[in-house]
Antibody, heavy 119, light 112 residues
Framework: EVQLLESGGGLVQPGGSLTVSCTGSGFIFNNYGMSWVRQAPGKGLEWVSG????????HYADSVKGRFTVSRDNSKNMVYLQMNGLRADDTAVYYCAKDGPYLWYFDYWGRGTLVHVSS | QLVLTQSPSASASLGASVKLTCTLSSAHTYDAIAWHQHQPERGPRYLMKLNSDGSHIKGGGIPDRFSGSSSGAERYLTISDLQSEDEADYYC??????????FGGGTKLTVL
């Protein structure tokens, strides 16, 4: 059974940093690209960042480019999102999502981890 | 630039059918999309990948009550025999050059 489990969310002050993690199991982790998608309170889903299966390619939404860094460790079946320069509008539940057989179409999601940016 | 447009809300009675629509912006009318269901306090759930010709690939365990179809720039998700657990937000999703992953604004489905 495919499972994605996010961790590392919490309360952080504006301008601060936080790294959230996602552990994948039940599939060949290094065969699939992974993405982070967030949902701010009362809003819809917003794609944040993606990383290729081998980690060589990373992509970002304009709203986080230059502040967030995605990476993965295939030896640990983990993907990370390092978030710097956090702002109040980064407050959201952050979900990890797995590419399916077709690139950039997600076929599994995690349950999410809440990041709250507030002083 | 790809834009996916969804109606903010829809409603239908228990046991009835409902058809949700996702409209692709011009120049993207042949693109495929994915439909995802998002229930409160849960992670989203992949329902299907839907191609421009109406063919679709459903996720594991998705009931036959969920089906997809296409017409021009529109992609549809039809849910038959509505159940209370179908009450959720439904998002269409695709990608654009960059790449950038794009979501529609979501449709909140209420089961009456």
């Amino acid at each position: 059974e495919v499972q994605l489990l996010e961790s590392g969310g919490g309360l952080v002050q504006p301008g601060g940093s936080l790294t959230v993690s996602c552990t994948g199991s039940g599939f060949i982790f290094n065969n699939y690209g992974m993405s982070w998608v967030r949902q701010a309170p009362g809003k819809g889903l917003e794609w944040v960042s993606g990383v290729s299966a081998n980690g060589n390619w990373t992509h970002y939404a304009d709203s986080v480019k230059g502040r967030f860094t995605v990476s993965r460790d295939n030896s640990k079946n983990m993907v990370y999102l390092q978030m710097n320069g956090l702002r109040a509008d980064d407050t959201a539940v952050y979900y990890c999502a797995k590419d399916g057989p077709y690139l950039w179409y997600f076929d599994y999601w995690g349950r999410g981890t809440l990041v709250h940016v507030s002083s | 630039q790809l834009v996916l447009t969804q109606s903010p809300s829809a409603s239908a009675s228990l046991g009835a059918s409902v058809k949700l629509t996702c409209t692709l912006s011009s120049a993207h009318t042949y693109d495929a999309i994915a439909w995802h269901q998002h229930q409160p306090e849960r992670g989203p759930r992949y329902l299907m990948k839907l191609n421009s010709d109406g063919s679709h690939i459903k996720g594991g365990g998705i009931p036959d009550r969920f089906s997809g179809s296409s017409s021009g720039a529109e992609r549809y998700l039809t849910i038959s025999d509505l159940q209370s657990e179908d009450e959720a937000d439904y998002y269409c999703q695709s990608w654009d050059t960059g790449p950038q992953v794009i979501f529609g604004g979501g449709t909140k489905l209420t089961v009456l």
